[in-house]
């Protein structure tokens, strides 16, 4: 027992040199990290830093989801199973999902209507598509692609996509592609 009453007097008086040290100088402790009276805030930080990750999770999941799908869509338009109205539709709808800059393309891309800025955006991607061969053969589905849309637009003077691609932007109206 008379061990114990030494360890005892012995930690308590180590834990008053401690806050005494903590009271007279608060940096020393802040340094040594022993600082608890800033528990709640530090926890608080802690939380926040938390939801922080978490919405950052988020919104990476969501970026990748768009550059997974508009590797499908350069695939199926490069192998004829999209046209590029129909791929600027799929852009379209990426651009629209929660936590994207949706208009981002409307700034980046010239045109008349958001229709045709997609089918820029669209012919960017082809461009620097890094699952696309370089050379000849890409240059020529790029002006092809071009050709395409410069054709469309002469015939209707503008382009117009489905209300899903352009969220209402464009009237809702489909054009003949």
């Excluded at 129909?86 to 008349?112: I, T």
Aim: glycine residues 10%; aromatic residues 8%.
């Amino acid at each position: 027992m008379n061990t114990f009453i030494r360890f005892s007097a012995g930690l308590a008086l180590f834990g008053s040199l401690a806050a005494g040290l903590g009271a007279a100088r608060p940096a020393w402790v802040a340094r040594l990290g022993a600082d608890w009276w800033s528990l709640p805030e530090l926890q608080a930080r802690m939380e926040l830093s938390a939801r922080e990750h978490d919405r950052l999770e988020a919104t990476a999941a969501v970026v990748m989801r768009r550059i997974e799908e508009r590797g499908r869509l350069m695939r199926e338009l490069r192998e004829g199973r999209l046209t590029l109205f129909e791929a600027a539709v799929g852009f379209g709808e990426l651009n629209a999902l929660p936590g994207a800059k949706g208009d981002f393309y409307r700034f980046a891309h010239l045109g008349s209507s958001d229709g045709e800025k997609l089918c820029r955006q669209v012919i960017a991607w082809v461009r620097c598509d890094p699952g696309s061969d370089v050379g000849p053969q890409s240059e020529e589905f790029v002006r092809r692609l071009e050709a395409e849309l410069a054709d469309h637009l002469r015939a209707h003077g503008t382009v117009v996509l489905p209300r899903a691609a352009s969220a209402g932007s464009d009237g809702g109206n489909s054009a003949n592609h």
